[in-house]
């Protein structure tokens, strides 16, 4: 069974670049038709997608974040990481990474990053 898990800094300053890490256990990130994605939820919102990887590195990102979001990913340790530059406090939020096919199969458990000074 696949399981993801979040890491990184949970507390950025303004107009700082975040960064979150998922490392996958139990599967490839390079198995072929699945895509990693990372999903967002700020207080009091609903769930955000912010962008995926594919199984061969091709990247997608939602048009609202795609000028400060970058996804890559490191084959060798199985993880693949965002980053978001110049973050104001509305990017705080619970930051989620997912694996997709044809849905969000699996998720990982959500990491809070806050965004303040």
């Known amino acids: 069974q696949v399981q993801l898990q979040e890491s990184g800094p949970g507390l950025v300053e303004p107009s700082q670049a975040l960064s979150r890490t998922c490392t996958v256990s139990?599967?490839?990130?390079?198995?072929?038709?699945?895509?990693w994605s990372w999903i967002r939820q700020p207080p009091g919102k609903g769930l955000e997608w912010m962008g995926v990887i594919g199984y061969d590195g091709s990247t997608y990102y939602n048009p609202s974040l795609k000028r400060r979001s970058s996804i890559s990913r490191d084959t060798s340790k199985n993880q693949f990481s965002l980053q978001l530059s110049s973050v104001t406090p509305e990017d705080t939020a619970v930051y989620y990474c997912?694996?997709?096919?044809?849905?969000?199969?699996?998720w990982g458990q959500g990491t809070q990053v806050t965004v303040s000074s």
């Open positions: 139990g599967g490839s990130i390079t198995a072929n038709y699945y895509a």
């Open positions: 997912a694996r997709e096919r044809s849905d969000f199969d699996s």
